[in-house]
C-alpha cells in the first residue's frame, strides 16, 4: 500500500476525528482511486485513507490501523450501521430512512437508504464505486431482508446517473411510510425519489403540532411532502410554491395517498421571488412558512446561492408572515457552517427591523461525525418571531 505524510496540521485533524480529506491536506497528490497509509512527519502511522475526489474532499480516513478492504470489512460496518437503527427497523409507522451515512457510519463516500422492502445506494466518488461488487455481496448478507437494490451515481464521470442494482425491481412509483403518513416514492427516475428523507425530524415536527390550526406556505416545495406533514398534524390550510410543473403532479399525489382533501390545499408553479410580490398584492397572510431552497438555482433572470442570498428569502417571508408567526429555515448547503447560516438568517431580520424570541436547530435524522461539522451538512432553524 502507498504511503502519504501528512503535514501536523492533518495529523491533528485526523486524531480529532475528522475522516474527510481535503486537498490543502497533501502538497501534492500522486495518485487517486486507491488505498494509502497516511503517516504523520514523525512516521507514526495515523490510519488508512482512501483518495477519489469528489464533490467535497479528495477521500476518506477509513480505519485508524492498517486496513485491507474485503467483505468482511463492509460486512461489519453494514451490521454496526444496522445495530444502530434497531428502532426505526421495528417500527410499523416508517419504513424508509437512511441506513449507512458516510462518515456518521465510519466509510465516507456511501449512503444507503431504506425505502419499504427496497435499499437505494449512491456513490459519491470513482473508488467506491470501483469497490461496488463487494460492497453490495456485503451487504446483502447483512440485509437479506431486502428484495432488491437500486443506485445513484453522485459524481462525474459515468454515462448514467439512476439504474436498478441487484434483486426484484420495484414498482415505478410505490408508497412509504414515516411517521403513519404515506409517501410517494420512485427509485429509478434521476437523482430524487419524491422525498429527502433527511428532512425527517422536520416533517416529524409538522404533523406533532407545531402546524395545527396554521395557515402555511411552503416554498420550494418540491413533492410537497412539508405540506403533507403540515396537512396531517391539522394545519387550517397549505399553499405548496415550486417552479417545477412536475411537482403539482407529484404533490396531490402525496395529498391523495394520504385521504386528504385537497380544497384547503394549493399548488403553486412559480418563481418563489414573483409569488412574494404576488402574495403581497393579495394580501396573503400565513402563520407558518417553510422555506428550503436549493444551494444554487438560476432561472431565467438571475441566479441564486444559499450562501450569499438566503437573507433576501429571510426578508421577503418576513413580509408575509402573521404576527407572532413561525419561520422554518433550512439549507443543506454544506459549504456553509451553521454560525453562517444564522449570520444570514440574522441579516434578514435586521432588514426588516424584525426580532425573534426563540431560535432553535433541529437534530440531525441521519447518524453524523460529531467531530466534523461538515459532515451534518443539514442546517434547520425553527424560529418564533415576535
Ligand atoms: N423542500 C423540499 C425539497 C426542495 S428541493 C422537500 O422537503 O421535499 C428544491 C426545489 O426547489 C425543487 O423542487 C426546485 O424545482 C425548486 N426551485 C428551484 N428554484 C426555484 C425558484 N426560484 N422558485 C421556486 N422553486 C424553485
Known amino acids: 500500500m502507498k504511503k502519504l505524510v501528512v503535514d501536523s496540521w492533518t495529523e491533528k485533524k485526523l486524531r480529532k476525528g475528522v475522516q474527510l480529506l481535503d486537498g490543502k491536506d497533501f502538497s501534492d497528490l500522486p495518485f487517486d482511486n486507491q488505498l494509502a497509509e497516511l503517516v504523520s512527519k514523525r512516521g507514526d502511522l495515523l490510519g488508512t485513507a482512501y483518495l477519489s475526489p469528489q464533490q467535497k474532499g479528495i477521500g476518506w480516513l477509513i480505519s485508524r490501523q492498517r486496513q485491507v478492504l474485503d467483505e468482511s470489512y463492509f460486512e461489519d460496518i453494514f451490521q454496526k450501521a444496522r445495530a444502530k437503527r434497531q428502532s426505526l ?3 410499523e409507522r416508517t419504513t424508509a430512512y437512511r441506513l449507512f451515512n458516510q462518515d456518521g457510519d465510519d466509510f465516507g463516500g456511501l449512503t444507503v437508504d431504506r425505502y419499504g422492502d427496497f435499499a437505494l445506494f449512491s456513490w459519491y466518488n470513482a473508488f467506491v464505486f470501483s469497490q461496488k461488487e463487494m460492497i453490495i455481496k456485503a451487504f446483502r448478507t447483512v440485509f437479506p431482508d431486502l428484495v432488491g437494490a437500486y443506485e445513484k451515481v453522485r459524481f462525474r464521470g459515468q454515462s448514467y446517473d439512476s439504474a436498478h442494482l441487484y434483486g426484484q425491481e420495484a414498482p415505478p412509483v410505490f408508497s412509504i411510510l414515516e411517521n403513519g403518513v404515506s409517501y410517494q416514492v420512485f427509485l429509478n427516475d434521476g437523482l430524487m425519489t419524491g422525498i429527502f428523507l433527511d428532512q425527517r425530524p422536520v416533517r416529524q415536527e409538522l404533523i406533532n403540532g407545531l402546524a395545527t ?4 406556505l ?20 397549505t399553499t405548496s410554491v415550486d417552479l417545477a410543473k412536475r411537482s403539482l403532479e407529484l404533490s396531490k ?5 394520504n385521504h386528504l382533501r385537497t380544497e384547503n390545499h394549493r399548488f403553486v408553479v412559480m418563481d418563489v421571488f414573483s409569488y412574494f410580490k404576488y402574495a ?3 394580501e396573503q397572510q400565513f402563520e407558518l412558512i417553510i422555506i428550503d431552497p436549493p444551494s444554487f438555482a438560476r ?3 438571475q441566479t441564486f446561492s444559499v450562501q450569499k442570498d438566503y437573507h433576501k428569502l429571510i426578508q421577503e417571508a418576513l413580509t408575509l408572515l402573521s404576527p407572532q408567526g413561525t419561520l422554518i429555515a433550512s439549507t443543506n448547503a454544506s459549504n456553509m457552517t451553521v454560525e453562517q447560516f444564522r449570520k444570514e438568517i440574522e441579516k434578514g431580520f435586521a432588514a426588516q427591523k424584525h426580532h425573534y424570541s426563540k431560535l432553535q436547530q433541529l437534530p440531525s435524522d441521519f447518524a453524523v461525525n460529531k467531530h466534523d461539522e461538515r459532515s451534518n451538512y443539514l442546517k434547520v432553524f425553527t424560529i418564533k418571531v415576535k
Open 218 to 237: 411552503n416554498l420550494f416545495s418540491y413533492t410537497a411532502a412539508f405540506s403533507v406533514a403540515a396537512a396531517m398534524g391539522g394545519a387550517a390550510e
Open 89 to 91: 427497523e421495528q417500527s
Open 253 to 257: 399525489a402525496h395529498f391523495e395517498a
Open 280 to 282: 403581497r398584492r393579495h
Open 213 to 216: 390550526g396554521k395557515r402555511v
Open 299 to 301: 432561472n431565467k433572470k
